[in-house]
């Protein structure tokens, strides 16, 4: 029986989310994803043909090579520079280069499903649907966490998952997922697909799924990211009867514990003051502090790939920021053998890639934010929008789900031109 590459696509595309569940532990998560993407690169490496229009609409994809050539350089020069103070004790998977050169490998693993993405997704848009399949198993297995773990109730982990998934007040909000953020924004990106190929039902579902993340990014995200959509529809017809319910169910989730620690606390109490409402906001504050130095004080090139963690300590100066520190922050913000990160993709990348190399991936994103626009669907656009405000709170841009994603404006774009010059 003869198998089609297509095939492999798109079961790579079904098991996108299971990046925690249905996971072999080699080090690290080793994904069925990543494994279909490997099995397909492979093939072709040695069989595989592709179309020279291609190649040249490839190659014109100038600022994505770059950023990859950037990320190069940091990593060879980090990793035998000398810097003038001790860099930070912290567990390795491999050793400090070792892990470096993992990530590294892991972006242009990422970058190559991109460009593989867009071939495929141009010539068939229908094959988004295993995708929309793989989100909704996903997302019916996270209600299934989410509930019986808010009730107390016995339940069943697939393999690959920690023994304590995260969670908040011992409710589980990953899913298959490692962190709630990340399942968040993959199912803002799901329902927008859904809502594309016209399965309104399932997009609200996926939509609606996200309650179960509790993660504030998402739920702000996913609500900019509709009034994007529905802008022309806002205040029109039969959705002004929406209003008064949205407003009542505003007014009753600001008397909630969650509201007032995860959203008051966070948005209007300033970081100078340390308390419990405010705490992750003081956190996120500090780490993104510590990224900003570290790109300010290494512009060309960064601290580079994965190393954030490495120069943690030397640009640690919270005692100058929180005025009211305490013996349990203080050892919990030194992160004494734990790898910390930036928890913002954008200061991320500042700090171990430096301001070319930030330069070079904003270009992309905003790029691909025009090429979206330029296609004039809405769903589509919207799920690049929903990426940019994410990442403002995201743990890392080495997500498949989400070059994939990004890797459709530029399908539709390919498949528009090659219809116009057959």
């Given at each position: ?131 929309v399949l793989g989100a909704v198993i996903a997302s019916s297995y996270s ?257 498949l789900f989400i070059w994939v994603y990004l890797a459709i404006p530029y ?12």
């Open positions: 029986m003869k198998v089609k590459i297509a095939t492999f696509f798109c079961l790579f595309l079904f098991f996108l989310p299971f990046t925690q569940a249905l996971t072999l532990n080699v080090g690290f998560p080793l994904k069925v994803s990543e494994i279909l993407l490997i099995v397909m690169i492979g093939i072709y490496f040695f069989i595989g043909y592709v179309p020279k229009e291609y190649l040249h609409f490839i190659i014109n994809n100038k600022a994505i090579f770059l950023f990859l050539l950037w990320a190069l350089l940091s990593f060879m020069i980090n990793s035998f520079w000398q810097y003038d103070y001790p860099l930070k004790q912290i567990p390795f998977r491999i050793s400090a280069i070792g892990d470096s050169f993992l990530r590294f490998c892991y972006i242009i693993l990422n970058i190559t499903a991109f460009f593989i993405s867009i071939y495929f997704i141009s010539r068939n848009k229908r094959i988004l649907k295993f995708w209600w299934y966490l989410f509930v019986f773990s808010a009730l107390g109730l016995p339940y069943i982990k697939l393999f690959g998952m920690e023994s304590n998934p995260q969670n908040l007040f011992g409710i589980i909000r990953c899913g298959t997922f490692k962190e709630g953020n990340f399942f968040g924004l993959f199912l803002i990106l799901s329902s927008l697909i859904a809502f594309f190929r016209g399965k309104t039902k399932v997009g609200w579902f996926l939509m609606f799924t996200i309650i179960t993340t509790m993660s504030t990014i998402s739920i702000v995200s996913g609500c900019l990211t509709l009034v994007y959509i529905y802008r022309k529809k806002m205040f029109t017809g039969k959705i002004l009867i929406v209003y008064p319910l949205i407003l009542m169910a505003v007014i009753f989730s600001a008397k909630t514990e969650f509201f007032q620690r995860y959203v008051k606390g966070k948005i209007f109490q300033p970081v100078s003051h340390l308390t419990n409402d405010n705490f992750s906001k003081v956190d996120r504050y500090l780490t993104g502090r510590i990224a900003f130095k570290q790109g300010l004080y290494n512009p060309f090139i960064g601290v580079g790939p994965y190393n954030y963690a490495l120069h943690y300590d030397y640009y640690n100066d919270y005692e100058t920021v929180v005025k009211n520190p305490s013996k349990w922050f203080d050892n919990y913000i030194a992160r004494t053998n734990k790898r910390a990160i930036t928890n913002n993709v954008y200061l991320e990348v500042w700090s171990e890639y430096g301001v070319v190399g930030f330069v070079f991936f904003m270009f992309f994103l905003v790029k691909t934010l025009f090429v979206a626009i330029k296609n004039k669907n809405d769903f589509i656009t919207g799920g690049v929008i929903a990426i940019l405000i994410s990442f403002n709170a995201f743990p890392s841009f080495i997500m399908a539709f774009n390919y498949n528009k031109r090659v219809n116009e010059n057959p």
